[in-house]
């Protein structure tokens, strides 16, 4: 893997009040990759419409587990570890909110230039079941010729 990637990050939430066809949020943005002791961490800035500055972006992958640390305009850590509940604060310019992130699976595949991950989670808002969801991550190199959308 090179140290210029291309990173997608396609999510969806199911709740019980659903209707229709669902559309799935999706962000594709350039970012640094790199591994260390046996850990990869990718890194990148998001710009949040409406607010000045960045949040920078950290995603930590290891077995059974995926971390996401946000600083800057909204911040939090996150933590997803399969079959365990973890709860977090998630601080945003409206205020903060306490986040429960059941993880009940956790895949990353991963190839030379290329690591697929998914995740499926319960996602609970101030204790009270909010939504099931998943997040599909593809990090690829950006020299790659097999870039593709998570799918």
């Known amino acids: 893997m090179t140290k210029e990637v291309l990173v997608t990050i396609r999510g969806m939430q199911f709740t019980k009040q659903e209707e229709g066809d669902l559309e799935p949020i999706e962000v594709i943005m350039a970012g640094d990759y790199y591994r260390k002791n ?7 800035d998001e710009v949040i419409e409406g607010f000045d500055g960045t949040t920078r972006n ?5 077995e059974d587990c995926v971390d996401i640390i946000k600083k ?9 570890e399969k079959n365990k509940k973890n709860v ?10 306490m986040l429960g992130i059941n993880a009940k699976n956790i895949d990353i595949h991963e190839e030379e230039d290329d690591i697929q991950v998914k995740v499926e989670y319960a996602l609970e808002l101030n204790y009270e079941h909010l939504a099931n969801c998943n997040i599909r ?3 690829q190199s950006k020299e790659s010729s097999k870039f593709h959308i998570c799918s």
Not at 72 to 80: C, D, E, L, Q
């Open 88 to 97: 977090t604060c998630y601080d945003t310019p409206y205020g903060s909110l």
């Open 72 to 80: 800057g305009v909204a911040n939090v850590h996150m933590t997803f």
């Open 58 to 62: 950290i995603i930590k992958l290891q």
């Open 137 to 139: 991550m593809a990090i």
């Open 38 to 44: 046996n850990k990869h961490y990718v890194i990148y």
